[in-house]
C-alpha cells in the first residue's frame, strides 16, 4: 500500500473535541489549497462529542471518509471503515501515519463487501451501535450503500449522515425513510446538515436494484450488448455523449500491442477496443472498486476465458511501467469527491505520456469548454481533433 508525506501549502490542521490532527488530500499535490476536511466532517464530530454518543467499547461503522476526517479523529474506537474509493483508503493510510496513529486501529473495506461480516462482536452480533456516513456524491451510491448496511444494523443503531446542506435534497431523505426508517434533519451549520435516520426493522424494503444494466446498442456476433455497471459508476444507466462519440471513432491498428482504458467506469471504452484490436492486450485501470468490478463483469460477459485482461486498482496509472503502453483510452473525470477541478485529468495526461512507447498514443474525449487541446499540446507539443460534436471533442496525441 503506497502512504506518501508530503507537506503542502494549504490548511492542514483540524481542531476538533477529540484533538488537533493534521490532514492531507490525496494524492498530494503541490500548490494545493484545499482542505482535507469541511463543515459537515466538523458538524458530524462535534455532534458525537456533544450527545456522548462515544464511549470505549462502540463499535463504530463509517461510510464515505474521503481522506479519514472523521476516521483518523476517531481512531481510537477502531471503526470500520467502507469506501469505494482507492484514493480514499490511501488518503486515510496516510493521515494515521502523519499523525503517528496505528494503521490497524481502522479496518478499510471497500464498497462491494459485507460490513455485518467485519463488525464482529460477541455483544451484538456484527451490528453496529453507530453508523455515520458522509453523504456521497450520487444518489445511486447512497442508495446501494443503505441497502448494504441494513445486515449492519438494528433499532438500537445510531445513524447520523452528514453532508453540505445544497446536497441534502427531499430525493436523499425519502432514500433513508424508504431504506432505513423514519428520518430528519437538523438545522444548518456552517452550510451543513446532519440527517438521522431510526431503523425499522418491520419496514418493508425492496431489493437494490444494483448492479444497473442497459443496452448501449452495439451488437457482438448479431446479440446485442448488455452492459453491467455498479451503483458508484459514472453514467450508470445509459451511455454518456462523450464516451459515444469515442465509440464512434475507436481507433483500430495492428500496431496497438498493449490498450489501457484509464479511468475505466464500466470498461466500455477498453471491451469495445479489444473487439475492434483482437491481438491487442488489454488494461483496465480505475480507483473505483465499483467501477473496477463492472469491467470486470462486462469483459468476462463479453469472452469468457476465451481472452485476458489486467484490471488495476489504483491511482491513474501506478503500476504500469514506463514505456510499455502502444495506446491510452481516456474518458477523464473533472472532479475528485465533490470538487470540480482538472488536476485528476492533468494527472492521467502526464502518467500517460511517461507509459507510453515511443509512437504511442494518448485519445482523449472532454467537454469542450475543459481545454484539454491546450494542456496536451504542453505535454506532448501536437495535438490533433479526431472528431467533435457540439459539447465534446475526441483528441490524439502521440509521443515522440
Known amino acids: 500500500m503506497v502512504v506518501e508525506q508530503v507537506d503542502n501549502s494549504a490548511d492542514v ?9 493534521r490532514l492531507h488530500r490525496y494524492p498530494v499535490r503541490k500548490r494545493d489549497n484545499l482542505r482535507a476536511w469541511d463543515a459537515a466532517d466538523e458538524y458530524l464530530l462535534a455532534y458525537l462529542d456533544e450527545s456522548e454518543l462515544l464511549h470505549p467499547d462502540v463499535t463504530l461503522l463509517i461510510l464515505n471518509d474521503n481522506f479519514g476526517a472523521l476516521s483518523v479523529p476517531l481512531s481510537q474506537y477502531h471503526p470500520v471503515v467502507m469506501t469505494d474509493s482507492y484514493l480514499s483508503m490511501q488518503g486515510i493510510s496516510a493521515n494515521l501515519k502523519l499523525n503517528d496513529l496505528d494503521y490497524e486501529s481502522v479496518t478499510l473495506i471497500n464498497s462491494l463487501e459485507a460490513p455485518d461480516s467485519v463488525l464482529e462482536s460477541e455483544s451484538n452480533n456484527g451490528k453496529a451501535d453507530i453508523v455515520l456516513i458522509k453523504l456521497p456524491k450520487s444518489l445511486a451510491m447512497l442508495e446501494d450503500q443503505l441497502h448494504r448496511i441494513r445486515a449492519s444494523v438494528n433499532s438500537a443503531t445510531t445513524i447520523i449522515a452528514a453532508g453540505m446542506t445544497k446536497n441534502i435534497h427531499q430525493s436523499t431523505m425519502d432514500l433513508f425513510s424508504r431504506i432505513i426508517g423514519p428520518t430528519k434533519t437538523s438545522l444548518a451549520r456552517k452550510k451543513a446538515r446532519l440527517i438521522f435516520s431510526q431503523f425499522d426493522e418491520d419496514l418493508t424494503v425492496t431489493p437494490s436494484p444494483y448492479p444497473y444494466s442497459y443496452k448501449p446498442g452495439y451488437k457482438i456476433d448479431d446479440n446485442e450488448l448488455e452492459v453491467i455497471n455498479h451503483a458508484g459508476v459514472f453514467s450508470r444507466d445509459k451511455l454518456d455523449i ?10 483500430i491498428d495492428e500496431k496497438y500491442k498493449t490498450i489501457v482504458d484509464l479511468g475505466c467506469g464500466n470498461g466500455i471504452l477498453g471491451l469495445l477496443a479489444a ?5 491487442a492486450k488489454l488494461i483496465f485501470s480505475d480507483e473505483s472498486y465499483m467501477a473496477v468490478e463492472s469491467a470486470i463483469s462486462n469483459f468476462i460477459a463479453v469472452f469468457g476465458e476465451s481472452r485476458e485482461a489486467e484490471f488495476l486498482q489504483t491511482d491513474c496509472l501506478h503500476g504500469v511501467p514506463d514505456d510499455s503502453v502502444s495506446l491510452v483510452l481516456c474518458n477523464p473525470p473533472f472532479h475528485q469527491n465533490n470538487v470540480m477541478n482538472d488536476d485528476v485529468a492533468w494527472q492521467m495526461f502526464t502518467e500517460a505520456k511517461a507509459a507510453l512507447e515511443t509512437d504511442g498514443e494518448l485519445w482523449v474525449v472532454g467537454n469542450r469548454h475543459l481545454a484539454y487541446h491546450a494542456k496536451l499540446k504542453h505535454l506532448f507539443g501536437q495535438c490533433d481533433v479526431v472528431a467533435s460534436n457540439k459539447k465534446f471533442t475526441l483528441l490524439k496525441v502521440t509521443k515522440k
Open 275 to 279: 473487439l475492434k484490436n483482437p491481438a
Open 13 to 21: 490542521s483540524l481542531q476538533t473535541s477529540q484533538g488537533l490532527y
Open 242 to 251: 462523450g464516451s459515444q462519440l469515442f465509440l464512434d471513432n475507436l481507433p
